[in-house]
């Protein structure tokens, strides 16, 4: 099955978790920074060799796979007018295996009802399975999306970017400031800030990431994404903070993607569901798109 990503007029478009909420539409701007100081330059990455700004921030998802697996938390925010709608989730990820599982809570807006049941999603390489989906779609069944097929590469779609792929993202980091030292959770991080190119994050993916990010490099209105990251002294990712921009015929519109991973090694087991378990009918997007077989 397809999720159809739409560009629409008037200011409008459906973005966040096409395949979660259904129609929400958005209008904001987004920022970036350029420049690289002194400072950046004495960062330390994991192996401990000294490099510089961008240098630093493309190893991160090494740094990561190395590390093995983190809980995570995550959220993804949307603006429409002066309302601001946030999809959040929590779970954990194996870097190593690139699976994971994450509990979404959808607010109330985002879910068109007083109440939603969070989705349960399953993310695995070039693929994202969701249960209690909704949109008619059974209680008992999944609902699986190829992630390479999709505009977005599975960046925002879901309401949580794969964090695989939010990592890899960083090796198309460009123009990167080093901010300065901070503390997050009782940890010290570096924070970066910068702009990390699709195309060249999706030339410089692993393997297994190359489909999604190249798909994203073709479907996003730039190239360009604004980024913050924060990494601990051993080059680990702790918190990263994407903008997404998508162009309509208004105003552009903005995503603000935010991941936090913490409590690294936990044990992540994650079992992918049998075909027998998938719906293969037709998933109601409302306006914004439509899935189908």
């Known amino acids: ?35 690289v100081d002194g ?12 490099g510089t700004p961008a240098v630093v921030v493309r190893r991160a998802a090494e740094a990561l796979a190395g590390a093995g697996s983190a809980e995570t938390r995550t959220s993804m925010e949307t603006a429409a007018g002066g309302t601001r709608v946030t999809i959040r989730g929590e779970g954990a990820y194996d870097f190593r295996k690139q699976l994971g599982r994450i509990r979404v809570v959808l607010p109330k807006d985002a879910a068109g009802s007083d109440e939603h049941r969070p989705i349960t999603e399953l993310l695995a390489p070039g693929a994202l399975y969701m249960k209690n989906r909704g949109a008619g779609v059974p209680d008992d069944k999944w609902v ?14 879901g309401g949580v970017t794969d ?40 030339r410089a993916a692993s393997v297994t ?22 990494l601990d002294d051993e080059g680990l990712l702790r918190k990263v903070r994407h903008r997404f921009t998508f162009a309509t015929e208004g105003p552009a519109v903005a995503v603000v993607s935010t991941m936090l991973l913490y409590g690294f090694g936990v044990p992540v087991s994650v ?23």
Do not use: W
């Open 1 to 35: 099955m397809v999720v159809q990503q739409h560009r629409c007029g008037g200011g409008a478009l459906a973005v966040c978790a096409l395949a979660v909420a259904g129609v929400m539409t958005v209008g904001s701007g987004c920022s970036g920074t350029d420049g």
């Open 39 to 50: 400072a950046g330059r004495r960062a330390v990455a994991r192996d401990g060799t000294a």
């Open 144 to 157: 699986r999306i190829d992630t390479t097929a999709l505009e977005d590469g599975n960046l925002v779609t």
């Open 163 to 202: 964090p695989t792929a939010a990592a890899e993202l960083l090796r198309g980091a460009g123009e990167v400031t080093y901010v300065g030292r901070s503390e997050l959770a009782g940890v010290a991080v570096r924070h970066y800030r910068g702009i990390a190119d699709l195309g060249r994050a999706a």
């Open 209 to 230: 990431s190359h489909g999604a990010l190249a798909a994203a490099a073709k479907g996003f209105s730039t190239d360009a994404v604004p980024f913050d990251a924060y």
């Open 271 to 293: 079992e992918l569901p049998p075909d027998a378990d998938l719906y293969t009918g037709q998933v109601d997007q409302g306006r914004s798109g439509a899935e189908t077989p």
